[in-house]
Structures are given as structure tokens and as C-alpha cells.
């Protein structure tokens, strides 16, 4: 069972998960039909500002790592980024 996780479908653009706190290894699920360009981003600032560290236009399963303490992370699309289906975005630890 996962520690932390958030889970967002997204059909629309400029469409994110909740932020979530993560430190350490934590697992990226990006699943669904769309045609979309799917971000995970991190924030410093508890989400007043937001940098990309990943991105997937196809569904995948991996992971990242964080080596620093309170940072939080969401995932979705920007704007300009979705086209058309769901896409099923999960961060979790």
C-alpha cells in the first residue's frame, strides 16, 4: 500500500493531480487513451511555483527520485498540451 499517492484523470488542459509530498523513491503511472503530453512537475515552494522533471505523450510505468526534504509534486497537462482522451496520471511512495 502506498505511503502517499494522488490519482488524477485528466480530460482537459491545464489539469492536475492535488500536490503530494515526496522524498525518496516514488512510482509514476501514467496510463489511459489520449493524445496529450502528460508532466510531472516539483515545487520548492509548496506550489507557488511549478518546474517540469518529466514528461510521457505514451502511457508508462516508472520512477523517480527526490533527494531533498518538503518538496511536493503534482501531475497533468498544460495548457497547450491535450488533444483528446483520459489520461489516468498517479504519483505515489
Not at 512510482?27 to 507557488?48: C, E, K, Y
Not at 510505468?61 to 498517479?90: A, C, K, L, N, W
Request: aromatic content about 10%; hydrophobic content about 35%; glycine content about 10%.
Amino acid at each position: 500500500m502506498a505511503k502517499f499517492a494522488v490519482t488524477k484523470s485528466v480530460t482537459a488542459q491545464n489539469t492536475f493531480s492535488d500536490k503530494v509530498k515526496l522524498h525518496g523513491q516514488y512510482n509514476i503511472s501514467i496510463s489511459g487513451t489520449f493524445v496529450a503530453t502528460v508532466v510531472v512537475q516539483r515545487s520548492f515552494d509548496d506550489g507557488s511555483n511549478w518546474h517540469n522533471v518529466d514528461s510521457s505523450t505514451v502511457p508508462i510505468q516508472t520512477f523517480g527520485t527526490e533527494p531533498e526534504d518538503d518538496i511536493v509534486y503534482r501531475i497533468g497537462v498544460e495548457t497547450g498540451g491535450y488533444t483528446s482522451g483520459t489520461v489516468v496520471g498517479r504519483l505515489s511512495q
